[in-house]
């Protein structure tokens, strides 16, 4: 089983609506995580920690819960450039799990 | 803050050549920095962990003969490809642990990646 398991997707919406990414976890002593964002032939860049208590950054929050091992993302008024593949990570141990990543299309 | 860089950014060499690749934490020290590779479409794969001072760990499947590892200071982490084959052609990306957003976590900053192409 996998460390992390997210839905490849894609997820194909149209510009200002609003989508919803979950991704698992398998293990509950994972300390951290984090979502991050890649565009196509680039590195993946950070977007945000998840924090228990969910956070809150502009059009994006996220969420963990512990309990049902689940992390995820909500993405409100979607814009083209948030086109992108959404990697979902988990930190235990000194090692970083990384999701295969969720594909998002927003279309005009 | 918390940037990396990575030279260089493209490489076609023969098969048979060794290549170079650096990665540097610019305005963070980094004690771990991570190498990974991908290769299109697919989702990142961890090669091997470096760890300053100390040999990499290397993943499962991943030949440290083939892959050499040197981390020698807190802001720059080597990765040689050594004889290079066009198997070896793909993007490979490293990664520096640092600091978190809003002094909280600590998490992992890519470096903008290398693109390999073996002929």
């Known amino acids: 089983r996998k460390e992390v398991e997210q839905d490849p997707g894609p997820f194909n919406v149209p510009e200002g609506a609003t989508v919803a990414f979950n991704c698992t976890y398998s293990?509950?002593?994972?300390?951290?995580f984090f979502w991050y964002r890649q565009d196509c032939r680039k590195e993946p860049k950070l977007l945000m920690s998840v924090y228990s208590s969910g956070n809150e950054d502009g059009r994006f929050t996220a969420q963990l819960n512990r309990a049902s091992q689940y992390i995820s993302l909500l993405i409100r008024d979607s814009k083209l450039s948030d086109s992108a593949t959404y990697l979902c990570?988990?930190?235990?141990?000194?090692?970083?799990?990384f999701g295969s990543g969720t594909k998002l299309n927003v279309k005009p | 803050g918390a940037v990396v860089s990575q030279h260089p950014s493209w490489v076609i060499c023969k098969s048979g050549t060794s290549v170079k690749i650096e990665c540097r934490s610019l305005?963070?020290?980094?004690?771990?920095m991570f190498w990974y590779r991908q290769f299109p479409k697919q989702s990142l794969m961890l090669m091997a962990t470096?760890?300053?001072?100390?040999?990499?760990?290397?993943e499962q499947g991943v030949e440290k003969d083939k892959f050499l590892i040197n981390h020698a200071s807190l802001t720059l982490s080597t990765l040689t490809v050594t004889s290079a084959h066009p198997e070896d052609s793909s993007f490979y990306i490293c990664s520096a642990r640092g600091p978190g957003l809003a002094g909280r976590w600590e998490t992992q900053y890519f470096g903008p990646g290398t693109r390999l192409l073996v002929l």
């Open positions: 293990n509950s002593a994972s300390q951290s």
């Open positions: 470096s760890n300053e001072g100390s040999k990499a760990t290397y």
């Open positions: 305005d963070f020290q980094a004690t771990t």
């Open positions: 990570v988990a930190y235990n141990f000194n090692k970083f799990y």
